[in-house]
């Protein structure tokens, strides 16, 4: 499969999102795995795509993995193919032959990627993006209004992909930089992101195997600051892989309806709800000044006394989807619906931070478990407890309805002590 028609594939914008001020996390702790400087030693390369002949089945895709010796991103004749290493289309998985070999069923608007196998890694380009995937988009994106995929054409005759050896990624430890949400609006805020975690992150080696995931979104509403966002990442002593957010998404002129989904979930889990209570509040304030994942867990956190202070305890709904439209309503022990009040007006005003403003599920599991910091949440609603409630045990339930109408609702039973 070597020879003339192979073309190097990148996708415009294959990064996604990325960074919240800041945030970085380190996989695991202990001594990082040795690392070498990563420009010197870089593998800058592409997946090779062996274009169609007009030849080749259109219903199935092959190509092989293979070590790239000589780092030139073509499978040339001297060079192996790797065994077990797993390749897929996102609906089905493939495990290359002895000869480094795939094969799996071939569709419209596909992405074919392959997992990078231990000690190996996968190319990047000339901002550090880890490049592993294919997309298949024969006609390309529909007419957008920030451009898309250009047309792919043909099934390719083969999609070949490159790994070069590398100790970086032989420990089974890992040190990873995650960060989430850049959501740069305008060039200013570009320089913002590039002043601040990116140079961070530059002056740092430690995270050169396992490199960079960034979640969430990597512009605001904005696209055209995507480019000069992305490129960022040149300044990572690593590569960079993206999980995109919905705000990377050009969707103006594509009816969207989303709608959120935890794994191997069936779509009905939408929401948590919890209690806000001074009890809460004070264990908040004792540890939030602690290291994540030191603080003891709070003992009974659906317990909430009867001599609460009026207004100071609150039924609180963190409700995933809850966008500006959303609506979220609460009934107590089988009475009338009340309307809840969202945490944050989302009116331009600064966010309301603090334990008053948190989603106590969110902040018990960071505080005892380890994670980030959850002092406020543009989806969080609360609702005040009726302050006649008598001792013993209560049910709240609680109706979110998102801005497409869909309803989900949930239940929580919580008591009332002396």
């Known amino acids: 499969m070597s020879g003339s028609g192979h073309r190097h594939h990148g996708l415009p914008g294959s990064g996604g999102p990325v960074l919240a001020a800041g945030t970085m996390l380190s996989a695991s702790a202990g001594a990082a795995p040795t690392q070498t400087d990563w420009e010197a030693g870089a593998y800058r390369g592409a997946v090779d795509v062996v274009e169609s002949n007009g030849a080749n089945n259109q219903d199935s895709l092959q190509g092989v993995v293979f070590d790239d010796t000589n780092k030139n991103s073509v499978l040339d004749g001297n060079e192996r193919g790797l065994n077990g290493a797993e390749v897929s289309n996102g609906r089905k998985i493939a495990t290359t032959d002895a000869k480094g070999s795939y094969e799996l069923p071939a569709f419209e608007n596909m992405t074919v990627f392959v997992t990078q196998p231990r000690g190996y890694q996968v190319p990047i380009d000339e901002n550090n993006v880890a490049q592993f995937f294919y997309n298949y988009l024969p006609e390309g994106s529909p007419q957008l209004t920030y451009g898309g995929i250009a047309p792919t054409g043909q099934l390719p005759q083969a999609v070949n992909f490159p790994l070069t050896a590398s100790k970086l990624t032989q ?10 949400d850049i959501q740069t609006y305008n060039q200013k ?4 992101a590039r002043n601040g975690v990116f140079t961070d992150l530059a002056a740092r080696q430690d995270y050169a195997g396992c490199g960079a995931l960034f979640i969430g979104d990597l512009v605001g509403d904005d696209l055209s600051v995507f480019d000069q966002t992305r490129e960022l990442t040149s300044m990572l ?6 999980l ?11 009816l969207v309806t989303e709608r959120f989904t935890t794994r191997g979930g069936d779509g009905s889990d939408q929401m948590v709800l919890s209690l806000n209570t001074s009890k809460y509040r004070a ?3 004792e540890n939030i000044t602690k290291p994540r994942s030191s603080a003891e867990e709070l ?9 609460e202070p009026a207004e100071q305890a609150w039924l609180t709904t963190n409700f995933w989807m809850g966008s500006t439209g959303s609506t979220v309503e609460a ?6 619906p009340v309307v809840a009040s969202r945490t944050q007006q989302l009116r331009g005003e600064d966010p309301l931070i603090g334990a008053e403003y948190s989603d106590p599920v969110a902040i018990m599991e960071q505080f005892v478990h380890g994670g980030g910091l959850a ?4 989806h969080l609603w609360r609702l005040a407890l009726p302050a006649d409630l008598e001792v013993g045990e209560h049910t709240a339930k609680v109706t979110s309805t998102d801005v497409h109408g869909r309803k989900f609702t949930e239940t929580l039973v919580f008591e009332v002590t002396k």
């Open 237 to 242: 002593n690593g590569p960079a892989r993206f």
């Open 189 to 192: 805020e570009v320089e913002f």
């Open 171 to 180: 420990s089974p430890e890992q040190h990873c930089a995650i960060g989430a």
């Open 283 to 285: 264990w908040y304030a």
């Open 299 to 307: 003992e009974n956190p659906l317990e909430v006394s009867r001599d």
């Open 331 to 336: 009934a107590i022990d089988g009475g009338g």
């Open 244 to 254: 995109p957010g919905v705000l990377t998404l050009d969707i103006k002129n594509m």
């Open 375 to 378: 002092d406020r949440s543009m």
